[in-house]
């Protein structure tokens, strides 16, 4: 699976040690200081809806060296302390995060706005990154919505990452760092798109397809499947990785 790596962008990164400093209805647990590690692609790693850093870093040890050797990933919590229960509850322990918050019917966001600062002032802080990962933000109401039942599985993470080539673009977001080069998605979906709003600052995030390099995993059974389907649409060539299972990070080799 050397092609999950994408291309190496970047070659010669500069070591960065920074304390962070937040304003105090921020409060991320999972906020390390951030080493950069030579002649790898870095990415800043977003985790999925109440849930946490520590726990998508937990996630992703499904991967093989082969694969996580290839790349420097870094992972913070998200802004917020989750408002709600977590689907994650019987598997990992909290304190959980969340990015933003959706209404009830996905149509609008709050607080996006300092989410968005939130994510650029640690770039700023501890940059220069490559890219971003971002895996699943939806509660268990949008699966009512698509399916009319009731699942407990987020996507948070990828709908940001996914979104933020096209805000930097629009140069709403992010205008303080160096160009996104390429991000990784895992079980996305886009704002504006069949099941979701769109916040103010995302208007225009997929007004023309993206030509930032991406890579889309999908899960075959994954409930949201056709909304990270119809996310494809919004890359100029996106590069796909299918697996079997449904809305969680898989093994991959």
Known sequence: MNSITLAAVGSYLMPINIKPSFPTYWKPKFFKKATQIQNKPRFLCL???????????????????????????????????????????????????????????????????????????????????????????????????????????????AIISAAMPGMQLDGVALTKVPKIKCVIIMSGAKFGGSNFGSPKLAANAFSSPLKCPSLHIIGETDLLKEQGIELLESFVDPFVVRHSKGHTIARLG
């Open 47 to 157: 985790h999925g809806f109440r849930t946490s850093a520590e726990i998508l870093q937990k996630q992703l040890q499904r991967w093989p060296e082969t694969v996580l050797g290839k790349l420097d990933l870094v992972f913070i919590d998200g802004p917020f302390l989750a408002q709600g229960e977590s689907g994650v509850e019987r598997f990992y322990n909290p304190p959980y995060y969340e990015w933003f918050q959706f209404s009830q019917d996905y149509q609008e966001a709050y607080n996006f706005e300092e989410c968005l600062a939130y994510i650029e002032d640690y770039m700023v802080r501890n940059g220069p990154f490559d890219g971003l990962m971002g895996f699943s933000q939806v509660g268990k109401s949008i699966f009512h919505l698509i399916l009319g039942e009731k699942y407990s599985c987020y996507l948070q993470g």
